[in-house]
Nanobody, 126 residues
Framework: EVQLVESGGGLVQAGGSLRLSCKASGFTFVDFAMGWFRQAPGKEREGISSIGRGGRGTYYSDSMKGRFTMSSDNAKNTVYLQIDNLKPEDTGVYYC???????????????????WGRGTQVTVAS
């Protein structure tokens, strides 16, 4: 059974940091690109970052460069998203996704990836 399980969200004060994790199982991790996305209240889901299959290349949306750092641990089948200097506008549900055979998931015209997690809530208090 394929699973993507996000964790690490919570309630934090503005200016704080969080590290989100996404543990993958049920598929060959290194054959898939992995990505982080978020959906703020009342807004469409947007891409944050992506790591290519096998760890080849890390990509960020232009608006997410600077405070977001994505990393991958192939031995643990896990990707991480470090978020620093959190702002209230970072509040939302953060999802990870997996896409077979691609590298930069953010380059896709739509978000029809192979697998999605259920998300983890991040709330930033001002």
């Amino acid at each position: 059974e394929v699973q993507l399980v996000e964790s690490g969200g919570g309630l934090v004060q503005a200016g704080g940091s969080l590290r989100l994790s996404c543990k993958a199982s049920g598929f060959t991790f290194v054959d898939f690109a992995m990505g982080w996305f978020r959906q703020a209240p009342g807004k469409e889901r947007e891409g944050i970052s992506s790591i290519g299959r096998g760890g080849r290349g890390t990509y960020y949306s232009d608006s997410m460069k600077g405070r977001f750092t994505m990393s991958s641990d192939n031995a643990k089948n896990t990707v991480y998203l470090q978020i620093d200097n959190l702002k209230p506008e970072d509040t939302g549900v953060y999802y990870c996704a997996a896409d077979w055979g691609s590298d930069n998931m953010l380059a896709a015209r739509n978000q029809k990836y192979d697998y999605w997690g259920r998300g983890t809530q991040v709330t930033v208090a001002s």
